[in-house]
């Protein structure tokens, strides 16, 4: 029989004015949320072009993974990694839906990829 082991070497955490793991354990200790904070993230693992048009569970996904990775002093490229969704992007999905069933015209193309293209 074998055993499986784990170790966490790196954290790395988002969330609406908690950008990341420090300001989430500030937080927890009676800190307030970071003025200024972004509204979402910006995951420099990505392109810009493909940056912009990431849906925001991918954005999340990836600054979330490259934090972790820089937490650890690890580079991300020497990681084996897997990203799976059951559902994919559900916001995205429910946008598409409500937009096929009250206006089919006028379904945004960045959407439609991201809904078939991109899953966290």
């Known amino acids: 029989m074998s055993t499986l082991s784990a170790t ?6 988002w969330t609406a004015g908690l950008p990341d793991w420090a300001a989430a354990r500030a937080y927890v200790h009676g800190a307030e949320r970071v ?6 993230p910006s995951p420099q693992l990505l392109a810009p072009n493909e940056r912009r ?8 996904a990836l600054d979330v993974a490259l934090a972790a990775c820089q937490d650890a002093g690890r580079e991300p490229r020497d990681l084996p990694s897997v ?5 994919g992007d559900l916001a995205i999905t429910d946008h598409m839906c409500s937009t096929l069933a009250e206006a089919p015209a006028s379904v945004s ?10 899953a966290a």
């Not at 966490?8 to 955490?13: A, C, L």
């Not at 990203?83 to 559902?87: Q, V």
């Not at 193309?109 to 078939?116: D, E, G, Q, W, Y």
């Open 53 to 60: 048009r990431a849906p925001e569970t991918v954005a999340v």
């Open 83 to 87: 990203f799976a969704s059951t559902h």
């Open 109 to 118: 193309p960045t959407r439609f990829h991201n809904s078939v293209h991109n």
């Open 35 to 40: 003025d200024g904070a972004p509204a979402r």
């Open 8 to 13: 966490v070497e790196g954290i790395g955490f």
